[in-house]
T-cell receptor, first 113, second 111 residues
């Protein structure tokens, strides 16, 4: 049981490049989400999904796309990277049950030059 | 959006007790979570409150007052390893699974 996994751990992009951050969970969780964390800003929700085929926007969705074709995977796509997207990205999952917490992946540290 | 407020920084000494407060405003409260996050790592779950009162887990306790929109995390017998950021997060009834996070309180424990 690996929990929530994210790849890559580190990434450097040039402005305008695109890439996909991968997230997978093996806990059969319905709810998955992507956050970005910047100094002094806490965790801000980018996109989330309540099940396969269902996604919705969070607080800061601009410049990012998601899809949820399976329960296990929830990739985050940066369409055209900008320096403002330099951040640490966390993927999280939960069962969605009332008492269940969110389980976080180890994070991806992204730098856009 | 939700207004979740917690102090930015706190300091304490080893062996002491520290209380980290969190206030929130939400339209349909459905639980409050506390997470611990060490530098360079992911947040990890500490505690969950949905009813008023105190939940105790070893050295850590969390309190909730729904009528006041207030929670605190109490850390006893502080150790150096407790130096971390502590995140308060609120869940609403209308948004299944979604959490709203405060900006975190950076706790530094001195020897």
């Amino acid at each position: 049981n690996a929990g929530v996994t994210q790849t890559p751990k580190f990434q450097v992009l040039k402005t305008g490049q695109s890439m996909t951050l991968q997230c997978a969970q093996d806990m059969n969780h319905e709810y998955m989400s992507w956050y970005r964390q910047d100094p002094g800003m806490g965790l801000r929700l980018i996109h989330y999904s309540v099940g396969a085929g269902i996604t919705d926007q969070g607080e800061v969705p601009n410049g990012y796309n998601v899809s949820r074709s399976t329960t296990e995977d929830f990739p985050l796509r940066l369409l055209s990277a900008a320096p403002s997207q330099t951040s640490v990205y966390f993927c999280a999952s939960s069962s969605g049950q009332a008492t269940d917490t969110q389980y976080f992946g180890p994070g991806t540290r992204l730098t856009v030059l | 959006g939700q207004n979740i407020d917690q102090p930015t920084e706190m300091t304490a000494t080893e062996g002491a007790i520290v209380q980290i407060n969190c206030t929130y405003q939400t339209s349909g409260f459905n639980g409050l979570f506390w997470y611990q996050q060490h530098a360079g790592e992911a947040p990890t779950f500490l505690s969950y409150n949905v009813l008023d009162g105190l939940e105790e887990k070893g050295r850590f306790s969390s309190f909730l007052s729904r009528s006041k929109g207030y929670s605190y995390l109490l850390l006893k017998e502080l150790q150096m390893k407790d130096s971390a950021s502590y995140l308060c997060a609120v869940r609403e009834r209308s948004t299944l699974g979604r959490l709203y996070f405060g900006r975190g309180t950076q706790l530094t424990v001195w020897p």
